[in-house]
Nanobody
């Protein structure tokens, strides 16, 4: 079982940066694929980025490529999302997710069995 707690959200101006962190507890973290999703008001939750258990492979949704970077530290049981050049359309609640059942690099909500409570990111224009 994995427990996830996000932090690092806040209010930032367009063009600014934020770094989100997700602290995980549980024995299976180092073997879990980890991802970030986000949900804007009135919209469905969407995939943002994923990193495989070893950290050797990552994947991003097109709208954040070149601006966001996902990373993980298995020794500290953390996964991070560095967000640069933020845009107002990045405003959302950001969720950390873990897939403890498979080594796939999933981008669907159903691929993930553990979720954090979310952290709000607001980008002003």
């Amino acid at each position: 079982q994995v427990q996830l707690v996000e932090s690092g959200g806040g209010l930032v101006q367009a063009g600014g940066s934020l770094r989100l962190s997700c602290a995980a507890s549980g024995r299976s973290f180092s073997r879990s694929t980890m991802a970030w999703f986000r949900q804007a008001p009135g919209k469905e939750r969407e995939f943002v980025a994923v990193i495989i258990w070893s950290g050797s492979s990552t994947r991003y949704t097109d709208s954040v490529k070149g601006r966001f970077t996902i990373s993980r530290d298995n020794a500290k049981s953390t996964v991070s999302l560095q967000m640069n050049s933020l845009k107002p359309e990045d405003t959302a609640v950001y969720y950390c997710a873990a897939d403890s059942r498979d080594y796939r690099m999933g981008f669907l909500i159903t691929h993930y069995d553990y979720w954090g409570q979310g952290t709000q990111v607001t980008v002003s224009s």
